[in-house]
């Protein structure tokens, strides 16, 4: 019960310092005034919205299934990682391009070319502006210059290699395995070596870190459980369980100012909102559209969007008083999306 209480108290503390995120640069957490990029993997297309009327502006067809986004630090341009016509697991003829966009016009301007790297999937940004991504067929996480579109290291990550999250600071890089290896890789980006692998029996799925750098969230690959991670060890210092869940979420993401967790389940189309002072409190269960993905956070801190990918819908939810505010049409499957 003592050393309960104390990785409680840890673990709180900790979290609650995510809570004054907002005077720490986080580029992988980003939010902004200008409008809203929705990455519609399902029908291939990029979709930019006005978010004060959630009416489409513009859009731009791209490869196929388009996974997942980072934006530059100063917010002028998206990377978009185009993954090929398969699934995780089964992607026969995968893609190895990142498409880059220009906000500004909303068009598309280039593409980096990861080959002979394949299947692009998570893909990760530091205050440089250097890319992190990774190729799951391929087994590599790839440290990328934007700029020259140079590879500058392709790392193994002893897994497949999902979803990726690093550290505010870019110092280190965690990397869930899904089902294929039982632990979640951890990349040191100085070294550019693998230097750990957290134990998670199960597999993994989502994997986010706060917006001060000071833990590390992963979610159970078969169970409805949200592991905690302490960057400083790189042990897990906690398990939340995630209230009414009889299945195991897909996604996790901190709100940019690092006050919430969101979850989402897919199976039974559930956001969940945890309260990051107050983990073990009691949890805001929103019921959304079928297949819930990523999340989008606007500039408030208040309001979020889930992307539900299996009907081409998008929720907006109120994080504050838990209900979902309106779900609106959006291409055919969003998977990511943000702010910017």
């Known amino acids: 019960m003592l050393t309960r209480c104390i990785l409680s108290f840890a673990l709180c503390t900790g979290l609650a310092g995510a809570a004054s995120a907002a005077r720490l640069?986080?580029?992988?957490?980003?939010?902004?005034?200008?409008?809203v990029i929705l990455i519609d993997k399902v029908g291939r297309h990029i979709r930019f919205f006005d978010p004060r009327t959630w009416t489409e502006i513009s859009n731009i067809e791209v490869g196929i299934n388009p996974h997942d986004l980072a934006l530059s630090p100063d917010h002028k341009t998206a990377y978009v990682t185009i993954y090929g016509a398969g699934i995780y697991g089964n992607n026969p003829n995968p893609e190895h391009s990142i498409a880059i966009i220009d906000l500004a016009s909303r068009t598309q301007t280039g593409t980096i070319d990861v080959s002979p790297y394949v299947a692009?999937?998570?893909?990760?940004?530091?205050a440089a502006g250097t890319?992190?991504?990774t190729c799951d067929a391929s087994r590599k996480?790839?440290?990328i210059d934007p700029k020259t579109k140079a590879i500058k290291a392709a790392i193994d990550t002893e897994g497949t290699g999902h979803w990726i999250t690093i550290l505010p600071d870019g110092s280190k890089a965690y990397i869930e395995n899904k089902n294929d290896r039982p632990f979640i890789t951890v990349i040191d980006l100085k070294a550019r070596k693998l230097i750990s692998r957290i134990s998670i029996p199960n597999g993994t799925e989502g994997v986010a870190a706060s917006p001060d750098g000071k833990r590390v969230v992963a979610l159970d690959y078969k169970d409805p459980v949200l592991y905690v991670i302490d960057p400083a060890t790189d042990m897990i210092?906690?398990?939340?369980a995630l209230q009414e869940n009889q299945r195991p979420g897909s996604r996790v993401r901190f709100s940019p100012d690092g006050a919430h967790i969101v979850t989402d389940n897919g199976y039974q189309q559930l956001v969940n909102i945890l309260?990051?002072?107050?983990?073990?409190?009691?949890?805001?269960?929103?019921?959304?559209?079928?297949?819930?993905?990523?999340?989008?956070?606007?500039?408030?801190?208040?309001i979020a969007i889930v992307g539900n990918h299996g009907d081409g819908s998008v929720s907006v939810i109120d994080m504050q008083e838990g209900k979902e505010l309106k779900r609106f049409d959006a291409g055919k499957g969003i998977e990511t999306m943000t702010w910017y």
């Open 25 to 35: 640069a986080d580029p992988n957490n980003p939010t902004g005034n200008n409008g």
């Open 120 to 126: 692009p999937h998570g893909i990760q940004v530091d």
């Open 131 to 133: 890319l992190y991504v």
């Open 141 to 143: 996480m790839l440290i």
């Open 237 to 240: 210092i906690d398990k939340v």
């Open 275 to 302: 309260t990051t002072s107050d983990v073990h409190g009691k949890q805001s269960i929103v019921h959304v559209g079928k297949a819930p993905m990523g999340f989008g956070f606007a500039p408030d801190n208040r």
